[in-house]
């Protein structure tokens, strides 16, 4: 047993139904994947099954989940979908199956977050009980494909022991005759808009410039255990969970392998690629992002953020006149100098203090800085000018990319370093 996992454990208590821990052989790596109303759950399983493994030892527990008061057909297909995954693990060896029967979880709660928590706390009680120290906890959604080599880059990449967690490059497919145009067009433009984002973020010299996709994640267990664990987010959940992993190690990217997440239209969440595909293609316009603008004045906070070491209130009024408006009046009105001054308080040297800048000023403070700038001062923007503009802000030669997926597949090889 392991003293940090077992007081882990001990705060946070199973709400998994019939889990037996102890399956055969330790798991080394151990898949996560919410299971709730699925309807192409094969394909998923079998792009796993699929892939070179070598001498890995691999779990994927699969967490069937239904919540307080749902209705009979909801249960009835949750668990008929349990019973069949039984059967699955049953049948298949190699990779070890097991489903978790997690029913009667609380409404209020209820959403991928609490599923995602209720598997990868499983996998760190799995990992405590063959006192495993060095598990991963690979995150994945149940209609989700992954290339042949999925595995063996995962483990490539933490056979590097300071590595705590990983970003895992994806792709939406975009396939015409399965999904048809109107949807292949609209998950084109919201791919686009989070890689977008990511490199605006890359641009402005934010240090956790990361893609927080529910699918595409991995992360050591101590890791884990040490953020206190996944979050019972009904939506978003990865992305908060992400940002505290990334302030507690050294967390990095997978470009050599590739997650293929569903383009489908989906209300199963209150935001994420689900619901804003569904408004793209009602909607018939083209996805509004953010203006780059507003990252353009905020790297200018950023790029002069030693200047706000050991500051007093005085010193702080005078300084941020140097900043454009937009984001002087995000900080007077969001009450930025407490945290600041909270923060100076606590750093010794300018070192400690410019790597903590990035922790009050966080990946959540940029987006409440974004929607306060559009709200008050400036418009959002077709994606894809927005995706030319910070092109061509970067000195990209776009003269030859007019269509959308051909701005998208540019930023696909920005993402890998290609260009």
Same mark, same amino acid.
């Given at each position: 047993?392991?003293?940090?996992?077992?007081?882990?454990?001990?705060?946070?208590?199973?709400?998994?139904?019939?889990?037996?821990?102890?399956?055969?052989?330790?798991?080394?790596?151990?898949?996560?994947?919410?299971?709730?109303?699925?309807?192409?759950?094969?394909?998923?399983?079998?792009?796993?099954?699929?892939?070179?493994?070598?001498?890995?030892?691999?779990? %994927?527990?699969?967490?069937?989940?239904?919540?307080?008061?749902?209705?009979?057909?909801?249960?009835?297909?949750?668990?008929?979908?349990?019973?069949?995954?039984?059967?699955?693990?049953?049948?298949?060896?190699?990779?070890?199956?097991?489903?978790?029967?997690?029913?009667?979880?609380?409404?209020?709660?209820?959403?991928?977050?609490?599923?995602?928590? &209720?598997?990868?706390?499983?996998?760190?009680?799995?990992?405590?009980? +063959?006192? /495993?120290?060095?598990?991963?906890?690979?995150?994945?959604?149940?209609?989700?494909?992954?290339?042949?080599?999925?595995?063996?880059? %995962?483990?490539?990449?933490?056979?590097?022991?300071?590595?705590?967690?990983?970003?895992?490059?994806?792709?939406?497919?975009?396939?015409?005759? *399965?999904?048809?145009?109107?949807?292949?067009?609209? &998950?084109?433009?919201?791919? *686009?808009?989070?890689?977008?984002?990511?490199?605006?973020? =890359?641009?402005?010299?934010?240090?956790?410039?990361?893609?927080?996709?529910?699918?595409?994640?991995?992360?050591?267990?101590?890791?884990?255990?040490?953020?206190?664990?996944?979050?019972?987010?009904?939506?978003?959940?990865? +992305?908060?969970?992400?940002?505290?992993?990334?302030?507690?190690?050294?967390?990095?990217?997978?470009?050599?392998?590739?997650?293929?997440?569903?383009?489908? &239209?989906?209300?199963?969440?209150?935001?994420?690629?689900?619901?804003?595909?569904?408004?793209?293609?009602?909607?018939?316009?083209?996805?509004?992002?953010?203006?780059?603008?507003?990252?353009?004045?905020?790297?200018?906070?950023?790029?002069?953020?030693? =200047?706000?070491?050991?500051?007093?209130?005085?010193?702080?009024?005078?300084?941020?006149?140097?900043?454009?408006?937009?984001?002087?009046?995000?900080?007077? /009105?969001?009450? +930025? +100098?407490?945290?600041?001054?909270?923060?100076?308080?606590?750093?010794?040297?300018?070192?400690?203090?410019?790597?903590?800048?990035?922790? &009050?000023?966080?990946?959540?403070?940029?987006?409440?800085?974004?929607?306060?700038?559009?709200?008050?001062?400036?418009?959002? %923007?077709? %994606?894809?000018?927005?995706?030319?503009?910070?092109?061509?802000?970067?000195?990209?030669?776009?003269?030859?990319?007019?269509?959308?997926?051909?701005?998208?597949?540019?930023?696909?090889?920005?993402? =890998?370093?290609?260009?």
């Amino acid at each position: 047993m392991i003293t940090r996992y077992n007081k882990y454990l001990q705060k946070h208590t199973s709400l998994a139904q019939g889990l037996e821990i102890k399956h055969a052989t330790r798991a080394d790596i151990i898949v996560v994947i919410p299971v709730y109303l699925e309807d192409n759950l094969e394909a998923t399983l079998s792009s796993l099954i699929n892939t070179g493994r070598a001498s890995m030892q691999l779990a %994927v527990y699969l967490v069937v989940n239904a919540k307080q008061g749902a209705s009979e057909d909801v249960l009835n297909q949750q668990e008929d979908t349990y019973k069949y995954l039984l059967k699955f693990a049953a049948q298949h060896t190699g990779i070890t199956f097991i489903p978790i029967r997690a029913f009667e979880l609380s409404a209020k709660h209820f959403g991928a977050g609490l599923a995602r928590k &209720i598997g990868m706390d499983e996998a760190i009680r799995h990992f405590n009980a +063959f006192n /495993n120290e060095n598990g991963v906890i690979l995150s994945l959604d149940a209609d989700s494909l992954v290339e042949e080599n999925y595995f063996s880059s %995962v483990s490539k990449f933490f056979k590097d022991d300071k590595k705590i967690g990983c970003s895992i490059n994806f792709e939406h497919p975009l396939n015409e005759e *399965l999904y048809g145009s109107e949807l292949v067009e609209a &998950i084109t433009q919201y791919e *686009l808009h989070l890689r977008y984002y990511v490199e605006a973020l =890359k641009y402005i010299n934010f240090p956790y410039a990361f893609h927080t996709v529910g699918s595409c994640f991995a992360v050591k267990a101590d890791a884990y255990v040490k953020v206190g664990g996944m979050n019972r987010r009904q939506g978003g959940e990865e +992305f908060y969970f992400i940002q505290k992993i990334v302030q507690v190690g050294e967390y990095g990217n997978i470009n050599d392998t590739t997650v293929y997440p569903s383009p489908r &239209i989906s209300n199963r969440v209150p935001f994420g690629t689900g619901p804003t595909v569904k408004r793209i293609v009602e909607d018939e316009e083209e996805y509004l992002s953010y203006n780059l603008q507003a990252f353009i004045d905020l790297k200018v906070l950023f790029d002069s953020s030693e =200047k706000y070491y050991k500051i007093d209130a005085d010193q702080y009024q005078a300084e941020i006149l140097n900043l454009p408006g937009r984001v002087r009046s995000y900080l007077l /009105n969001s009450g +930025f +100098f407490s945290e600041l001054d909270n923060l100076n308080r606590n750093c010794s040297n300018v070192t400690t203090f410019t790597k903590r800048f990035f922790q &009050i000023f966080s990946a959540f403070s940029i987006v409440k800085y974004i929607n306060y700038t559009h709200e008050h001062f400036i418009e959002k %923007v077709p %994606v894809s000018d927005a995706a030319l503009d910070l092109l061509e802000l970067l000195e990209y030669d776009t003269g030859d990319i007019f269509d959308t997926d051909e701005i998208l597949h540019f930023y696909k090889k920005l993402h =890998k370093g290609l260009v």
